[in-house]
């Protein structure tokens, strides 16, 4: 009989938990966040079918099975321990502080982020930052050090303060202009166009800004996700986006974009920063104020101010 396969990232949440007595104790320990340790700790009860703790005012009480199950992996966890040490280089066993979580949509960390990145190295060389790329609906929040929000005022005012503002234009290669300098909303209904499934603004809704009609099953834009891939077809001349300033900038500059459709006020939105702890570590808070510093020095765009956000969709960003 093939024998079960062990769940040791739990196992070895179990045994910090256990040993500290307190969920926060062992987060700390495993650079985790509190959220984190207690769904590993509720995936392991499941796993193994039974309760394990008992919340207690000041920390947490292990059953009686529980109790024995530690004492056997403290002894297991001591023996590895010694046992890696004895192969491992020195300094290898070193409690890391230095490790920074940095949650960001998708498409800022490939458009923005990536580019400043060895700034951040040969700045910094003793932090480890570690960059996860996901949705802010996909992460939470509790489970990074830092995080980055996508959307408009309504949903980040008070809670967090603005990093960058974008605005959301019409952007093709050159040659969708065909010799000209520039082509009209209704001219625009008859080029090929492209949307992504988080785009900040609706088609439907920029031609409505423009008192167009526009029918999606008569003009059928070309579906690409996520919007970094809309955006790679846009340069390579596929169709139209509706996409962010923030996002193309590098393209804009380099040529290979152009706005086809001059706006005096273009809809716009925001990336947000959630604030950090006070008591945040030296790693973090250095992080946190080197995006701060970057986004000042953004050009042509700057610190976003609250302003209000137009279009049908928001808060979340491939």
Known sequence: MKPQRLPLRGIAVFEAVARHGSLK??????????????HQIRA?????????????????????DAARYADVLHGLFERLRQATASVAAPGWSRTSTRVVRLMTPPSLATHWLMPRLPDFIASHPGIDLRVFAVRSADGNAEDFDITIGYGDATRWQGRAQPLLEETIEPYCAPSQLRRAKALTPRQLLSRPLIQ??????????????????FDAAHNSPLQLD???????????GVGVILESSLLTHEHVEAGRLVTPVRESTPPSTAYWLLPISKAARRPVADAYAW?????????????????RFIGKRQGARD
Do not use: M
């Not at 104790?25 to 207690?38: H, I, Q, T």
């Not at 392991?44 to 009686?64: I, M």
């Open 196 to 213: 992504s499934r988080e785009n900040a603004v609706s088609w439907e809704s920029w031609f409505s800004r423009h008192s167009l009609s």
């Open 44 to 64: 392991l009860e499941e796993t193994l079918g039974v309760d394990l703790f008992k919340r207690a005012n000041r920390g947490v009480q292990l059953s009686a």
């Open 226 to 236: 996520p919007s970094y891939v809309a955006i790679e077809a846009a340069v390579k």
């Open 291 to 307: 995006l701060i510093a970057r986004a000042n020095l953004s050009r042509p765009l700057r610190p976003a101010k609250a302003r």
């Open 25 to 38: 104790a062992a987060a700390r320990e495993l650079n985790l966040s509190p959220s984190a340790v207690s």
